[in-house]
């Protein structure tokens, strides 16, 4: 793998060989990095190379990812996600710059997760792994499970017992082993953690595995490719544990470091006022966080303790990035807004960095004439009962037209 030079930890700055299981810092424990030769990125493929290429998923972007290849092993599609202009939603918030929906929520398991995932199951197979786990607020779970079947690898999965219904099915259908812990995440994932090291599986934990971030950092690199390379001035999105966060910040990064990109963009951290550790510290400018309850109907970033607070805090103050917090009234308005003006259906944390953007446009924290991404991360048919919730239930009538035509007032 010439691309890559080698792991750095996030915390000493001690660096490793990136081997498939290496995952923290063999010194102090810290969370690791992987660092790239971006001379010989930029001599092995570029930007114009790269825009002619047919393949269509993540791994169009191999020389920016930690792989030397994917293997004849049956992958599922993930990435390549449509960036939709959004015209409307724009003109309804009042916005008067350029907006655009990336909508990961199409992913195969219906989250942005599934380029982690895609990820861990590649390096779980050069680790001569037949066996992956994680815990999980849901997405990552149910994109391991899916991605792991499509390759004929077992999965053990660990989700906290709030896991929206959507995503259990998805696990079960998938012939994950599910283990539904009554407790928080934070249980869940101290649980998990005990039982990978017992029976020594594969770990797909996020935060503790740097190759899951290169996997989310593809949405990056498509961003970026799906406007020609022009970057835009904001790109917002949810953040839980922030690795998502951390790993948008590092695809534009690595564009960056191999001359792909000529600037980069601020980063718009949105969490829900019930539960946000990371935009408290961040709006701070401290990287001591605290940790807090879980209080929100977005089950995938009510994360009261991190586990990716170092870098995703980096990102955002690196990016000079900006904080917002929403109410769950604010997402529920958000799934509505994007359902109706753009046809796309979000679960909570999935509108969550629309909840935001919308909330900078109002507050005015962002200019009018700005260019903005925001990222769609999981689709609505995860969790049905909060799409409910936000849209309401149908009229219901009897077989009859004449009651329909009273119904609608004809
Ligand atoms: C996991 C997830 C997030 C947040 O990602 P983190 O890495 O936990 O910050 C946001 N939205 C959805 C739909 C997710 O599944
Ligand atoms: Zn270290």
Not at 39 to 55: G, H, N, Q, V
Not at 105 to 123: F, I, Q, W
Request: charged share 25%; with cysteine.
């Amino acid at each position: 793998m010439k691309q890559v030079i080698h792991a750095r930890c996030t915390m000493c700055g001690h660096t490793v060989e990136a081997a498939p299981e290496t995952t923290v810092c063999p010194v102090c424990g810290g969370i690791l990095d992987i660092e790239y030769d971006y001379e010989y990125i930029r001599s092995t493929l570029s930007k114009y190379e790269l825009l002619d290429r047919t393949e269509r998923s993540m791994w169009r972007y191999m020389e920016f990812l930690p792989v030397e290849g994917i293997g004849r092993t049956p992958r599922l599609r993930v990435g390549c996600s449509p960036l939709y202009k959004a015209e409307k939603l724009s003109q309804e918030i009042g916005f008067k710059g350029t907006l655009y929906i990336k909508d990961d929520g199409l992913n195969p398991t219906a989250s942005l997760k599934d380029r982690a995932s895609a990820m861990a199951v590649v390096k779980a197979e050069e680790a001569g792994k037949t066996t992956i786990a994680c815990s999980s607020t849901g997405n990552a779970a149910s994109s391991l499970a899916g991605n792991a079947a499509a390759a004929g690898m077992k999965t053990f999965i660990f989700v906290p017992a709030r896991a929206p219904k959507g995503k259990v099915a998805q696990l079960m259908m998938f012939g994950a082993k599910v283990i539904l812990v009554d407790g928080s995440y934070e249980d869940t994932f101290r649980l998990s953690a005990e039982a990978i090291d017992h029976y020594h599986w594969y770990n797909r934990n996020a935060a503790i595995n740097p190759y899951l971030m290169e996997g989310k950092k593809t949405v990056s690199l498509e961003i970026a490719e799906q406007l020609l390379f022009k970057v835009p001035d904001y790109v917002a999105l949810s953040v839980g544990d922030g690795c998502t966060i951390a790993g948008v910040w590092k695809g534009f990064k690595d564009l960056y470091g191999a001359g792909y990109i000529d600037r980069l963009p601020r980063l718009i951290s949105v969490q829900a006022s019930g539960c946000c550790p990371i935009n408290t510290a961040a709006s701070a400018h401290t990287m001591e966080w605290v940790p807090q309850e879980e209080n929100t109907l977005a089950d995938s970033i009510a994360v009261g303790v991190p586990r990716n607070p170092v870098k995703a805090l980096r990102a955002i103050e690196e990016s000079d990035g900006i904080t917002v917090n929403v109410s769950d009234e604010e997402i529920l308005d958000a799934m509505r807004l994007l359902g109706r003006t753009q046809g796309v259906f979000a679960e909570p944390a999935g509108a969550t960095g629309t909840a935001g953007l919308k909330k900078a446009v109002e507050t005015g924290i962002i200019e009018k004439d700005a260019s903005v991404v925001s990222i769609v991360t999981g689709n609505g048919l995860k969790d049905v009962a909060n799409a409910i919730k936000a849209a309401g239930e149908p009229l219901m009538l009897p077989p009859d037209m004449a009651k329909l035509r009273a119904a609608l007032g004809d």
